[in-house]
């Protein structure tokens, strides 16, 4: 992890890099697909829902949630990607739908840098570091 200095225009720039983005979620789409069929089934995408830890945490504290509530979440989030609801996620669904989450992101943040605690491994930690390399070829 490491903290990094953010903001709307960083994200929608990474977004409109499709070599970069695209490659971002190529990668993490195959590393998500363990029985490499070229889909995400819901257990498959829900080992990367519980990484993110979005209820189990306060701002970094431990706290206890409601398993039915985490269990409805995560099948919401599922539905979201799984926009022909066939019950597997393909790269397409997956593209789509991380760039519109991504995209929210940005508008919510803003064009005020913000501070934020990222996973190396990323998209916004992506979108942080192909700011930097941009900034050192300039």
């Not at 903290?3 to 720039?13: A, K, T, Y």
């Amino acid at each position: 992890m490491s903290v990094e200095l953010l903001d709307g225009g960083i994200i929608l720039s990474f977004i409109e890099d499709d070599e970069a983005f695209t490659g971002s979620v190529e990668n993490r789409f195959a590393y998500l697909d363990t029985n490499h069929d070229g889909l995400l089934s819901y257990p498959e995408m829900l080992k990367e829902l519980q990484s993110l830890r979005m209820m189990e945490t306060h701002f970094g504290i431990d706290v206890k949630a409601d398993p039915e509530e985490i269990s409805r979440v995560y099948d919401s989030l599922f539905l979201q990607f799984d926009r022909d609801s066939n019950g597997s996620i393909d790269l397409e669904e997956f593209k789509a739908e991380t760039k519109r989450m991504m995209v929210d992101m940005a508008n919510d943040i803003g064009f005020l840098p913000v501070q934020m605690i990222l996973d190396e491994d990323s998209f916004l930690k992506k979108a942080v570091d192909l700011e930097f390399m941009k900034l050192q070829s300039t």
